[in-house]
Protein backbone atom coordinates (compact mmCIF):
# COMPACT_ATOMS: atom_id res chain seq x y z
CA UNK A 1 0.00 0.00 0.00
CA UNK A 2 1.05 3.19 -0.82
CA UNK A 3 1.66 5.90 2.62
CA UNK A 4 0.30 9.33 1.29
CA UNK A 5 -0.88 12.05 3.16
CA UNK A 6 -0.62 15.39 2.73
CA UNK A 7 1.65 17.04 4.74
CA UNK A 8 2.70 20.76 5.95
CA UNK A 9 5.57 22.66 4.26
CA UNK A 10 8.01 22.84 6.84
CA UNK A 11 7.33 20.80 10.60
CA UNK A 12 5.40 23.63 12.73
CA UNK A 13 3.88 25.19 9.94
CA UNK A 14 0.46 23.78 11.23
CA UNK A 15 -0.51 27.92 10.95
CA UNK A 16 0.02 28.07 7.60
CA UNK A 17 -3.08 28.88 5.69
CA UNK A 18 -3.73 25.75 3.63
CA UNK A 19 -4.36 26.17 -0.52
CA UNK A 20 -7.61 24.89 -1.92
CA UNK A 21 -5.06 21.63 -3.27
CA UNK A 22 -4.56 20.65 0.34
CA UNK A 23 -8.47 20.75 1.26
CA UNK A 24 -9.25 18.88 -1.80
CA UNK A 25 -6.82 15.93 -0.65
CA UNK A 26 -8.15 16.17 2.78
CA UNK A 27 -11.55 15.26 1.25
CA UNK A 28 -9.96 12.71 -0.58
CA UNK A 29 -8.45 11.09 2.53
CA UNK A 30 -11.99 11.46 4.23
CA UNK A 31 -13.89 9.72 0.83
CA UNK A 32 -11.02 6.90 1.04
CA UNK A 33 -11.81 6.48 5.29
CA UNK A 34 -15.80 6.74 4.64
CA UNK A 35 -15.06 3.62 1.86
CA UNK A 36 -13.40 1.72 4.69
CA UNK A 37 -16.30 1.79 7.00
CA UNK A 38 -14.01 4.22 9.39
CA UNK A 39 -16.78 6.86 9.21
CA UNK A 40 -20.08 7.03 9.39
CA UNK A 41 -22.26 8.97 7.18
CA UNK A 42 -22.81 12.15 9.24
CA UNK A 43 -19.63 11.83 10.52
CA UNK A 44 -17.98 12.16 6.65
CA UNK A 45 -20.61 15.06 6.02
CA UNK A 46 -19.52 16.83 8.68
CA UNK A 47 -15.86 16.32 8.71
CA UNK A 48 -16.08 17.32 4.93
CA UNK A 49 -17.61 20.37 5.82
CA UNK A 50 -15.10 21.28 8.09
CA UNK A 51 -12.47 20.21 5.61
CA UNK A 52 -13.88 23.07 3.12
CA UNK A 53 -14.12 25.43 5.59
CA UNK A 54 -10.22 25.18 6.92
CA UNK A 55 -8.25 28.37 7.03
CA UNK A 56 -5.13 26.19 7.96
CA UNK A 57 -3.02 23.27 7.99
CA UNK A 58 -3.61 22.51 11.20
CA UNK A 59 -7.72 22.76 10.32
CA UNK A 60 -7.49 19.85 8.22
CA UNK A 61 -5.17 18.01 10.52
CA UNK A 62 -7.86 18.44 12.88
CA UNK A 63 -10.19 16.61 10.43
CA UNK A 64 -7.67 13.95 9.17
CA UNK A 65 -5.61 13.65 12.19
CA UNK A 66 -7.03 10.29 13.17
CA UNK A 67 -7.22 8.43 9.84
CA UNK A 68 -4.19 6.09 9.37
CA UNK A 69 -1.74 7.19 6.72
CA UNK A 70 -2.22 4.80 4.22
CA UNK A 71 -3.64 5.49 0.89
CA UNK A 72 -7.06 3.23 0.13
CA UNK A 73 -6.19 0.73 -3.26
CA UNK A 74 -9.06 3.43 -4.68
CA UNK A 75 -6.98 6.25 -4.45
CA UNK A 76 -2.86 4.97 -4.47
CA UNK A 77 -1.21 5.32 -8.01
CA UNK A 78 -0.62 2.73 -10.14
CA UNK A 79 2.44 1.12 -11.03
CA UNK A 80 4.13 0.91 -13.97
CA UNK A 81 3.76 -3.17 -15.07
CA UNK A 82 7.04 -3.82 -17.22
CA UNK A 83 7.53 -3.10 -20.89
CA UNK A 84 4.72 -1.62 -23.43
CA UNK A 85 4.32 -4.65 -25.49
CA UNK A 86 3.36 -2.12 -28.57
CA UNK A 87 7.07 -1.00 -28.17
CA UNK A 88 8.26 -4.58 -28.62
CA UNK A 89 6.44 -5.14 -31.46
CA UNK A 90 6.93 -1.79 -33.25
CA UNK A 91 10.75 -2.77 -32.77
CA UNK A 92 10.28 -6.22 -34.09
CA UNK A 93 8.45 -5.11 -37.14
CA UNK A 94 11.31 -1.96 -37.69
CA UNK A 95 13.56 -4.76 -37.42
CA UNK A 96 11.90 -7.05 -39.98
CA UNK A 97 11.34 -4.20 -42.20
CA UNK A 98 14.88 -4.24 -42.89
CA UNK A 99 14.06 -7.56 -44.22
CA UNK A 100 11.25 -7.76 -45.68
CA UNK A 101 10.28 -3.78 -46.30
CA UNK A 102 6.11 -4.16 -45.62
CA UNK A 103 6.70 -4.75 -41.99
CA UNK A 104 7.82 -0.63 -41.87
CA UNK A 105 4.79 0.76 -41.85
CA UNK A 106 3.37 -1.41 -38.56
CA UNK A 107 6.61 -0.20 -36.89
CA UNK A 108 5.61 3.22 -37.74
CA UNK A 109 2.27 3.00 -36.60
CA UNK A 110 3.12 0.47 -33.36
CA UNK A 111 5.91 3.19 -32.63
CA UNK A 112 3.75 5.99 -32.16
CA UNK A 113 1.04 4.15 -30.45
CA UNK A 114 3.63 2.85 -27.92
CA UNK A 115 5.00 6.04 -27.35
CA UNK A 116 1.37 7.42 -26.37
CA UNK A 117 0.43 4.68 -23.65
CA UNK A 118 3.78 5.18 -22.10
CA UNK A 119 3.47 8.91 -21.67
CA UNK A 120 -0.46 8.23 -20.13
CA UNK A 121 1.46 4.74 -18.24
CA UNK A 122 4.47 5.28 -17.26
CA UNK A 123 5.45 1.97 -18.66
CA UNK A 124 9.45 0.73 -19.84
CA UNK A 125 10.16 0.79 -23.02
CA UNK A 126 10.24 4.14 -24.69
CA UNK A 127 13.60 3.46 -26.67
CA UNK A 128 12.26 0.30 -28.45
CA UNK A 129 8.85 2.69 -29.41
CA UNK A 130 11.59 4.52 -31.08
CA UNK A 131 13.82 2.15 -32.56
CA UNK A 132 11.08 0.99 -33.83
CA UNK A 133 9.88 4.39 -35.38
CA UNK A 134 13.05 5.34 -36.79
CA UNK A 135 13.14 1.46 -38.39
CA UNK A 136 10.25 2.19 -39.89
CA UNK A 137 10.81 6.04 -41.56
CA UNK A 138 14.34 4.66 -42.66
CA UNK A 139 13.27 1.58 -44.70
CA UNK A 140 9.58 3.64 -45.42
CA UNK A 141 11.88 6.46 -47.23
CA UNK A 142 14.44 3.69 -49.10
CA UNK A 143 11.64 1.71 -50.03
CA UNK A 144 10.10 5.31 -51.56
CA UNK A 145 13.73 6.12 -53.02
CA UNK A 146 14.15 3.08 -54.66
CA UNK A 147 10.06 3.33 -56.30
CA UNK A 148 10.63 6.67 -57.39
CA UNK A 149 14.59 5.78 -59.08
CA UNK A 150 12.35 3.01 -60.70
CA UNK A 151 9.99 5.57 -62.00
CA UNK A 152 12.59 7.80 -63.44
CA UNK A 153 14.68 4.74 -65.37
CA UNK A 154 11.27 3.65 -66.34
CA UNK A 155 10.64 7.54 -68.21
CA UNK A 156 13.73 7.50 -69.09
CA UNK A 157 14.01 3.97 -70.93
CA UNK A 158 10.67 5.26 -72.60
CA UNK A 159 11.79 8.46 -73.83
CA UNK A 160 15.02 6.70 -75.65
CA UNK A 161 14.64 6.03 -79.15
CA UNK A 162 14.16 2.40 -80.00
CA UNK A 163 14.14 2.46 -84.00
CA UNK A 164 16.08 0.30 -85.74
CA UNK A 165 19.30 1.60 -87.11
CA UNK A 166 18.94 2.19 -90.90
CA UNK A 167 22.06 1.37 -93.09
CA UNK A 168 22.50 3.57 -96.36
Not at 28 to 43: C, P, T
Not at 143 to 155: D, E, K, P, S
Amino acid sequence: MSYQRWQPAQPGSRSMLASDAARERAVEILSGAYAEGRLGMEEYEERVGRAYQARTYGDLDAVTGDIPRRLPPAFAPAVPTGTNSKAVAALICGVGGLFVGLSAVPAIVLGHMARREIRRTGEQGDGMAVGGLVLGYVVTAGLLAIGALAVVALAVFAHQDVSPATTP
